[in-house]
């Protein structure tokens, strides 16, 4: 089955969609610009940097409130081209190589971040205009790589939010406060919250903290890429 499907649909970069030889993702052109997220970083929240107790400024000065958030890749370069495909292209089908690579690439990661996988939700609204949310996606076609159960069930945005892009860190904060809701079902739970891109991380704290207060034990939060502080 596995071999019939790759006569029809033939591994292609993620980036480009140029056809590649054999199983991957990324082209010849395209693989020396897949920017893998620097060590040292800090434990927290993988921003890039050598930093005392391995914490950077932010986290030290105010704790994130989930355990730990990693991103194998930087948001840059052909990451960043592939999921902008995925994202505003009309491109759901790049979720099922974009799962297996985050599968992949985050191995190290989700050995400590073992519990159960909840996508980051989308606003209804959003994926009305989209069709898709494709963060759901992305976790799902992760579940399958790791046989892992994935609960969507368990987080909701129940309260649209302005788009984070463009917005000071304190407005991000008040934007997202109240957005979402979780489900009683997650009490005594372990939470690996999965979304495609990482920026100030207003949105994974604000859901960490509704699950937190729902019952769950730890949140991690694993995303593909992360954006750099500086370009934000
Ligand atoms: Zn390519
Ligand atoms: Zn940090």
Redesign the pocket.
Known sequence: MEGLLELVYPPA??????VLPGPGF??????PLVLETPAPHCRRCAEPGAFPRATCPRCESRPPPFTRAFAPFEHDG?VAKAIHRFKYEQRPDLARPLGSLLGKSAAAFLKDAAGPLVPLPLHTGRFRERGYDQATLLTVELGQVLKRPVHDEWLERTRATERQVGLHEDARDANVRGAFTASPAVRGHEVVLVDDVYTTGSTASEASRTLLAAGATRIFILTLARARRELM
């Open positions: 970069c993620v980036a480009c969609d140029e990324f082209c010849d052109e395209c693989a052909a």
